[in-house]
């Protein structure tokens, strides 16, 4: 799987199909952020994640009812790469759907994780606490987050791990030499309606534009409101 991850890095941008998103490290690099949308066009990785049902299976058990795959996303966040401030996934909002609906997120490691090469933190119970005070990029009001109790995720390399898109959650810039990529299936219950993948791609590149195929180093599109380097 690391080896599709690592093909999958190296694209280049699409107008039309994938969305990437870059960033600049500190030596004044452009590194690869995010990508989401690439599993219809990367047949071996898409075989390997969905054709068994394995992953579906599970998530149709903790939610209770038939899911659906709503999107796919890379975040690769490799040495010298930002972080994420506290936030909620809650993909209701941003696209304006008018209830909730109920999402698992399904994480998958590629490499190792752990808080020193910019794992994840989360919050536990807190995913049954509704939406929580948060600015126009989603970022949880840091009186809020500073009040939660966060404990580190830590993972190796092919764990998955599984939440509810309520839960609060954040991780730090990469400061180590290791790459702490993940891949993350978002999966929706079957039976709140809701945007298609196709109609859900189509929002997300017109709230949260990609780059382009001519990228500035220094105007970068930013992967979304709650990306940050120190």
């Known amino acids: ?13 699409s107008d039309d199909k994938w969305l990437m998103w870059f ?18 066009f990367h047949d071996p990785l898409r075989r ?6 394995r992953i579906k299976s599970a998530v149709d058990d903790l939610l209770g009812e038939d899911s659906r795959r709503l999107k796919e996303l890379l975040i690769f966040h490799y040495p010298d790469s930002g972080g994420y401030l506290p936030h909620q996934d809650i993909y209701h909002i941003p696209h304006k759907l008018p209830d909730r609906m109920v999402h698992a997120v399904v994480a998958i490691g590629i490499d190792d994780s752990d808080p ?3 794992g994840l933190f989360f919050s536990p119970g807190n995913h049954k606490k509704g939406v929580f005070p948060m600015d126009a990029g989603g970022v949880i009001d840091p009186q809020v987050a500073e009040m939660f109790a966060w404990e580190p995720v830590v993972w190796k ?6 939440f509810d898109d309520y839960a609060p959650h954040y991780s730090r810039p990469n400061k180590s030499n290791r790459s702490r990529r993940t891949l993350y299936l978002v999966f929706q219950r079957a039976s709140t309606g809701g945007p298609t ?7 997300k590149r017109a709230l949260n534009p990609p780059e382009g195929k001519v ?16």
């Open 1 to 13: 799987m690391s080896t599709f991850v690592e093909d999958i890095s190296r694209w280049d941008v």
């Open 23 to 40: 960033e600049k490290t500190t030596d004044n690099r452009k590194i690869i952020s995010k990508i989401e949308n690439f599993l219809d």
């Open 48 to 53: 390997l994640l969905l054709e068994d049902q």
């Open 116 to 118: 020193e090469n910019g």
């Open 157 to 162: 390399a092919g764990d998955i791990f599984i």
């Open 197 to 203: 993948r196709a109609e859900y791609n189509v929002l």
């Open 215 to 230: 990228a500035d180093l220094d105007k970068l599109k930013p992967p979304n409101g709650i990306f940050y380097r120190d």
